[in-house]
């Protein structure tokens, strides 16, 4: 199998060392007890740790597509590519292809579909073929951009059990995008430094930049802080050693020690070295504030490092910090992934309208990039819960910025740009401060499987082309900070068939604290790419689209699309009867529960009665309602989504008198607290 690499196999000698040694690890279990209940104050000052471990290179989809409830490939929201498929359905060559299972894969080479998976090489993952299968924002070219079908790939539960228990355990985030478009250099520079630059937008491993990195923020706030590395064998994973700073630094500076230096050589097995310094500082007492852990290639998951020896690496960081329960209860470990190799993700990812500050190169947006995985590790975080809340690298130095801030010693990172930080949240809003629950879990044993194994074998290919189906159930549901909301206004008919079609979208109520990133992208008609829209809390934001001579000559099928599956979809063509009709949607408190309900207020400005319908898609199993209104008259309906369906709706309007209109509204009312996944 040979791997299209950025590096390629850096420090193997000492990867199959540590594969031919290290053999299955033992379940956590809990240690000795705790005192971090005597000192807790339910805030964010009870952290005292953080741990950042990023893995390499796997999606979120890839991943955890089907794990039961998050946003993965039962997702009812995902977008309609041109010519009607669903974004799931992806163009390959003259056919199409759904997500596939690797490991379902026919055995070849002497080993099992399992191993195949486990096996599966890397993928094209730079800026350009990043760019390319993301198309400008269509969704539509993963297997040409990529050049592969294994694009499409996916592991679940039976292949990747431990990282399925470790988000049943604690919280995954499924809004969780990497920072950039493009590779792992530059997306470890934002997590190491909240951005990039002309220098350092594309390539594997960057060297010499001169801004500062966030290690220098800490060190000079007088925060602990400590990269856990073998130097000789981190597949040039370390962020600190891109930056010129470090670089030079010399043996006996606190950026040398702490940011450059190697833990003890004990075993000659780098997973097992690198836990075994941090058991040690653990049990000493002198586990840092901030730590990063940098894994070496074998035990990265990089494609083909198998994920099973990545999640063994993980349970020994695991084990190392509950080797103090004290320290376990008081500590976070964010494991997160630098990008998303060339991996499928279904969910289109935030990008900054045209002409941010600091956002984009040479006219192209450096980010989003697409979704990775994040599952937050605590005391705080315990209970299979879902954030979607939307996150990017960045959001873990916003985190240590909150915190040290709490903790009277500032660490600010000036580089993160202001849209990012409008966007993107600083993660706090993973967490219940207020309702720890101490102590490890008990986690699946893991074993090594070993990068020479996987070396000689082909890598997997599709035998299956359906949607496949997620878990069934949902989760836990953390609050989001916004309240998206979107409607076709009005349309307008000009000269020589200019019409216009003009859409309003706001983020407003109470539980909007945060900007909202909205898109509407062109269904039919249409090959133009998506428009990008960030509405602040409070506000609303119009925009119109010319839908007549040349644009569809009257007819449309656009859909905006919000976070946490905020949907819109309007179909109609404006040459026919349905130009009078129009629906328009507002949240407020229905009298009768308290809570809040969806109003759907319909007009009819034509010249004869209209029956409306609307239909559940979802959430409920009553209706159809229907509405006769008559002529320049209309009616108002209201839907207690928070009440009897924990805040979720689907809705779709429909017409009597066009065939062709149709509106849809999909999303999550929030309330300010918790709910559950749609």
Request: glycine share 12%.
């Amino acid at each position: 199998m040979t791997p299209i690499s950025r590096r390629g196999f850096v420090g193997l000698g000492a990867s199959m060392a540590a594969g031919a040694t290290l053999g299955a690890g033992p379940r956590t279990a809990a240690a000795a007890p705790a005192t971090a209940t005597a000192t807790a104050t339910g805030t964010i000052k009870d952290v005292r740790h953080v741990v950042i471990l990023m893995q390499e290179n796997r999606s979120f989809d890839h991943y955890f597509g089907r794990l039961k409830g998050v946003r993965g490939f039962d997702d009812r929201s995902g977008i309609t590519l041109n010519g009607g498929y669903g974004v799931f359905d992806q163009p390959n060559g003259t056919g199409r292809q759904y997500p596939w299972k690797l490991s379902a894969t026919p055995p070849a080479g002497g080993k099992d579909g399992e191993t195949l998976a486990q096996c599966d090489g890397d993928l094209p993952h730079s800026w350009s073929s990043q760019h390319s299968a993301w198309n400008k924002g269509r969704m539509d070219n993963w297997v040409a951009g990529v050049g592969n079908v294994r694009s499409l790939g996916y592991l679940d539960r039976s292949d990747i059990p431990f990282h399925y228990a470790l988000a049943d355990n604690y919280t995954i985030c499924d809004a969780y995008f990497c920072s950039t478009l493009s590779a792992t250099g530059p997306n470890r520079t934002y997590l190491w430094s909240g951005k990039v630059d002309q220098s350092s937008y594309d390539g594997g491993d960057e060297s010499g930049l001169t801004w500062q990195n966030y290690a220098e923020a800490l060190q000079g706030a007088g925060v602990t802080w400590k990269v856990y590395q073998n130097a000789a064998d981190n597949y040039g994973d370390n962020g600190c050693a891109y930056f010129k700073t470090f670089a030079s630094a010399k043996p006996g500076s606190a950026l040398y020690d702490r940011g450059m230096s190697s833990v003890p050589r004990a075993t000659g097995s780098t997973p097992d070295d690198i836990a075994a310094a941090i058991k040690a500082d653990v049990v000493a007492g002198t586990l840092p504030q901030v730590s990063w852990v940098v894994p070496n290639q074998a035990f990265s998951e990089h494609p083909y490092a198998p994920p099973g020896d990545g999640a063994h690496f993980v349970g020994l960081v695991h084990q190392a910090l509950a080797a103090d329960r004290d320290v376990f209860d008081s500590t976070v470990l964010f494991l997160n992934y630098d990008e998303n190799d060339g991996f499928f993700d279904h969910v289109p990812p935030p990008a900054p309208p045209a002409g941010t500050a600091g956002e984009f190169l040479n006219g192209v947006p450096y980010g989003f990039g697409f979704r990775v995985p994040m599952i937050v590790v605590s005391p705080w975080t315990r209970g299979g819960w879902v954030s979607s809340e939307v996150f990017e690298h960045t959001s873990v130095l916003r985190f240590l910025e909150t915190w040290t801030s709490a903790l009277g010693t500032p660490a600010t990172c000036p580089n993160i740009s202001d849209w990012r930080r409008r966007v993107s949240g600083d993660l706090t809003g993973v967490f219940d401060f207020a309702r720890p629950v101490y102590g490890p879990v008990d986690l699946p044993a893991t074993g090594v499987l070993g990068m020479s194994t996987c070396g000689p074998l082909p890598n997997p290919v599709p035998t299956n082309n359906a949607l496949p189906a997620q878990e069934s159930g949902t989760r836990p549901a953390r609050a989001l900070p916004y309240q998206p909301n979107g409607y076709l206004d009005r349309l307008e008919f000009g000269a020589a068939g200019k019409i216009t079609a003009w859409f309003t979208m706001s983020n407003q109520g109470a539980p909007a604290s945060r900007a909202a990133h909205f898109s509407i992208h062109p269904g039919a008609y249409r090959d133009t790419t998506p428009w990008q829209y960030t509405v602040d809390a409070g506000g609303t934001t119009s925009d119109y689209f010319s839908i007549g001579a040349g644009y569809g000559d009257g007819r449309y099928d656009l859909t905006m699309l919000g976070p946490n599956r905020f949907l819109r979809r309007f179909r109609g063509d404006a040459t026919k009867a349905g130009k009078a009709a129009e629906v328009k949607s507002r949240y407020a408190v229905e009298p009768g529960t308290g809570k809040p309900a969806v109003y759907l207020r319909m007009t009819n400005s034509g010249a004869a009665q209209v029956k409306f319908t609307i239909t559940s898609n979802h959430y409920r199993g009553d209706g159809p309602w229907t509405y006769t209104v008559a002529a320049g008259a209309s009616a108002e309906d209201f839907f207690n989504a928070v009440a009897y369906q924990d805040g979720w709706y689907d809705f779709t309007v429909t017409v009597d008198s066009d065939a062709t209109w149709s509106r849809r509204f999909t999303g999550h009312l929030e309330t300010g607290g918790a709910s559950v996944s749609g």
